[in-house]
């Protein structure tokens, strides 16, 4: 919309972050007079996030930072069905037990990550704002007191099938007359209709957002709170974030990234968005960070100037490990970053080594080797660095050796307390010939 009233509005729009709303002049009027309760749901198919869930957590997160009330919805019962928006096929049920780990992790995930957000760059908040935590509810909390049949009676005999069947979620699937969409998905519309009138009701939520997939969900939860209630509710959508070469946010060629340290560490996490292209940077600082729009504005310029090239997509991924794992993990992957390009190996665990070497060749030698001390030389030949102690004396003369990223230039005897992690220790030729020696 051209020039909004209110703040939330108005910062969602110069980033980029509004697809669709309705009631739009109401809807902006209201946010501008007073504080509103607004919800999100996200869906448990997975024990973590990815960072395609961090769209809209940034959306929650920016409201509350404009003094909204936001709500996070975990859905424990829409969990059980899948939503069949955005998607070309039926979901595999998830079992009971499955959903409830899943559940768990995904709420102490979030819990943490939103959190963290409230407090990072409290410069940029409007005194007195985001004080207040953002609420976390699990939807199966009033799902599961509800019977098949009553149901029905009460709130499915307020929809229309062809209304259903008209929503783009819906109707995809339909064209696809050989996969098609079953009952079970068709009603998932439902009971998200149901959470926004419960959420009214209970928590005086008149407001829902969601990804661009969600409009024909937001719209039905609309339709329901006039119908039962005879009250407004209002509805925001977010463009679903692609890159700039049309493929999905946060997938790589070795699969999702993911918001666990477990599945996706801070390093590959970090490394992500450092390989940001340039295309995509500036509206991944504006989705992904709380850079205002006077900051955002000069990075645009300097990258329109040719400056400070690779800068920005630095201050991208600090920002966003900073946010998701905290400061001082961003800080340890730009220290671990750092030791690609020569800086001491030091302070790293077996995996975040492997990680930062994934594409350098190893060798393996016994570990009694190494506590019985092992002279730098006879360490190069073993490991396959050199063909001939002639050859790696004459390398190491000319200073072209070095042990964890440190240059030798005499032999030593090497013992346990070279290793740079618990097992193993680099050694490197000249400027790029890495080798990393596992003693095992």
């Excluded at 909004?4 to 739009?24: A, M, N, V």
């Excluded at 975990?74 to 037990?97: F, M, W, Y």
């Amino acid at each position: 919309m051209d020039n909004p009233k209110s703040s939330i509005l108005t910062e969602l729009s110069w980033r980029g972050l509004i697809d669709q709303q309705t009631h739009i002049e109401e809807l902006d009027a209201l946010l501008a007079g007073e504080s509103v309760t607004l919800y999100c749901g996200f869906d448990p198919s997975n024990n973590s996030l990815t960072i395609g869930n961090l769209v809209p957590m940034m959306n929650l997160v920016f409201f509350h930072r404009h003094g909204h009330k936001p709500i996070a919805v975990v859905g424990g019962a829409t969990g059980r069905i899948g939503d069949p928006g955005g998607k070309s096929e039926e979901r595999n049920l998830l079992s009971d037990d499955q959903l409830a780990h899943n559940l768990a992790c995904i709420r102490a995930q979030m819990e943490q990550i939103l959190a963290r957000a409230v407090q990072m760059h409290p410069e940029t908040l409007p005194e007195g704002r985001g004080q207040h935590a953002i609420t976390l509810v699990n939807n199966a909390d009033w799902m599961s007191g509800w019977t098949y049949l009553d149901f029905l009676r009460d709130v499915g005999k307020l929809f229309r099938v062809n209304t259903m069947m008209a929503k783009d979620s819906v109707r995809t699937r339909l064209e696809n007359r050989e996969q098609g969409i079953s009952y079970t998905e068709f009603s998932y519309m439902l009971i998200q209709a149901f959470d926004f009138l419960h959420l009214f009701e209970h928590h005086g939520c008149n407001l829902q957002v969601g990804g661009s997939d969600q409009w024909g969900n937001i719209t039905a939860g609309i339709d329901l709170i006039r119908k039962k209630l005879g009250q407004p509710a209002y509805g925001v959508t977010f463009p679903l974030l692609t890159n700039a070469d049309g493929s999905k946010i946060g997938k790589t060629e070795k699969g999702a990234v993911w918001l666990d340290p477990e599945r996706t560490s801070p390093f590959l996490f970090f490394q992500y968005w450092i390989n940001v292209g340039d295309a995509d940077v500036i509206r991944m600082l504006k989705t992904f960070t709380f850079l205002t729009e006077q900051e955002v504005a000069a990075c645009a310029a300097e990258l329109e100037a040719g400056q400070n090239r690779g800068q920005l997509q630095r201050t991208l991924a600090w920002e966003v490990t900073a946010l998701i794992h905290g400061p001082e993990e961003a800080d340890k992957a730009v220290r671990t970053s750092k030791m690609l390009f020569g800086e001491s190996i030091e302070g790293l665990s077996d995996r975040e080594l492997r990680e930062i070497f994934a594409d350098v060749p190893s060798a393996t030698l016994p570990r009694e080797r190494l506590t019985q001390g092992l002279d730098l030389i006879d360490l190069m030949i073993d490991a396959g660095a050199e063909t001939s102690r002639g050859a790696a004396r004459r390398l190491l003369k000319a200073g072209g050796v070095y042990l964890n990223n440190a240059r030798q230039t005499d032999t030593l005897t090497v013992t346990e307390a070279h290793l740079a992690t618990e097992t193993t220790l680099v050694l490197r030729k000249g400027k790029k010939d890495y080798l990393l020696v596992q003693f095992a």
